[in-house]
């Protein structure tokens, strides 16, 4: 009688990690991979994520793809599957000539940036409760770069905001108020 209790417990604690560990930047980068079109990922512009808590439940990501009205194709991966994508219009000077953003095994990770995050906040006794990251070429470097604001109420201003390098995970902008 007691092993199917057991059994019971041991799987809802493995559903529960399951659910309790988000997909990172490069997990949406590797779904974008298996999505078998390398259109998306050859037009790979940028990624960007809202609410991590550290991580979020979905990252957004923008490709650029002459074939879509607007020249802009945005996707939605969450859990390691594109679960929805669009054409927005009007949203993007440029249409379809986003900086190309190229994702490499050097490239730091979501889950990487938080930690430098994190210990930049509390080094500056700043606090907060989630996170909004965005990965993207800087204009300047043509480089790689993580752009962070730091929240302590969804929809209040951010507390904070700073920029780090996504090859090195050097502070470029230091946290500011």
């Not at 988000?22 to 390398?38: C, E, F, H, M, N």
């Not at 000539?97 to 490239?107: A, I, M, Q, R, S």
Request: aromatic fraction near 4%; charge should be negative.
């Amino acid at each position: 009688m007691r092993h199917p209790i057991v059994s019971i417990l041991a799987i809802s604690a493995c559903l529960l990690s399951q659910l309790s560990a988000a997909d990172t930047s490069l997990s949406a980068v590797q779904a974008l991979k298996d999505s078998g079109r390398p259109d998306l990922l050859s037009g790979l512009a940028e990624i960007k994520a809202k609410d991590g808590v550290p991580q979020p439940s979905e990252w957004i990501v923008l490709c650029n793809d002459p074939s879509a009205h607007g020249g802009v194709r945005e996707l939605t991966i969450s859990n390691g599957h594109i679960v929805s994508e669009r054409t927005p219009m009007g949203e993007f000077a440029g249409e379809g000539e986003l900086p190309h953003l190229t994702v490499t095994p050097t490239t730091l990770d979501s889950g990487a940036i938080f930690k430098i995050v994190d210990r930049e906040a509390k080094a500056a006794r700043m606090g907060f409760n989630s996170i909004n990251y965005i990965l993207r070429v800087d204009a300047i470097s043509g480089k790689p770069l993580w752009i962070v604001q730091l929240y302590k109420t969804s929809g209040a201003p951010p507390v904070g905001t700073m920029e780090l390098s996504a090859e090195t995970g050097e502070v470029l902008k230091p946290l500011k108020k």
